[in-house]
T-cell receptor, first 110, second 114 residues
Framework: EDQVTQSPEALRLQEGESSSLNCSYT??????LFWYRQDPGKGPEFLFT???AGEEKEKERLKATLTKKESFLHITAPKPEDSATYLC???????????FGKGTTLSVSS | DTAVSQTPKYLVTQMGNDKSIKCEQN?????MYWYKQDSKKFLKIMFS???????INETVPNRFSPKSPDKAHLNLHINSLELGDSAVYFC?????????????FGPGTRLLVL
């Protein structure tokens, strides 16, 4: 069964303190791995798509990487506005639905 | 411009009632989805439509019935609402083509069944 596990569940950082979020997955043929950001009371906002091991993508203070078993979302010098829940999802070769992890809730304090 | 919109944003209703949630996308996408996010914030697929045709129907009670009048709209009708239906329902859309399958989500409909 396809599965996505995110860790940690919650992460508290000081402003400027870099860290990484982990997304481990098992999937029957990876079609794509997706990172979303979700703010309280809002819908998930698309961040990145990764398709193959070794691929990396960056956006401002965020960088996503992918291996055959996991993905990391690296946050460099975070700011309070980076506080949100970060969701990882995979799409397998068979279907179009996204299979989500339970998310990592990031809190960045100044 | 709103890409994926849902109405209503909030819905409070009594057990046993029937209610509908509407979703519209102006992205020109041909695939639309309904997801349910439970109290633990876990997002799970319910249905998917491609060009008005149902392509995914997860294990969801048959009290839930999606309807797609055209490829820009996907509505969700729920009969005989139960307490356990309380959740946030998200609509999403994507373009069904190779490497263009990013799903874009609406703002959600918060359903509370009393």
């Amino acid at each position: 069964e396809d599965q996505v596990t995110q860790s940690p569940e919650a992460l508290r950082l000081q402003e400027g303190e870099s860290s990484s979020l982990n997304c481990s997955y098992t999937v029957s043929g990876l079609r794509g791995l997706f990172w979303y950001r979700q703010d309280p009371g809002k819908g998930p906002e698309f961040l990145f798509t990764l398709y193959s091991a070794g691929e990396e993508k960056e956006k401002e203070r965020l960088k996503a990487t992918l291996t055959k078993k996991e993905s990391f979302l690296h946050i460099t010098a975070p700011k309070p506005e980076d506080s949100a829940t970060y969701l990882c999802a995979v799409q397998n070769q068979a279907g179009t639905a996204l299979i989500f992890g339970k998310g990592t809730t990031l809190s960045v304090s100044s | 411009d709103t890409a994926v919109s849902q109405t209503p944003k909030y819905l409070v209703t009594q057990m046993g009632n029937d209610k509908s949630i509407k979703c519209e996308q102006n992205l020109g996408h041909d695939t639309m989805y309904w997801y349910k996010q439970d109290s633990k914030k876990f997002l799970k697929i319910m249905f998917s439509y491609n060009n008005k045709e149902l392509i995914i129907n997860e294990t969801v009670p048959n009290r839930f019935s999606p309807k797609s009048p055209d490829k820009a709209h996907l509505n969700l009708h729920i009969n005989s609402l139960e307490l356990g239906d309380s959740a946030v329902y998200f609509c999403a859309s994507s373009q069904e083509s190779r490497r263009q399958e990013t799903q874009y989500f609406g703002p959600g409909t918060r359903l509370l069944v009393l």
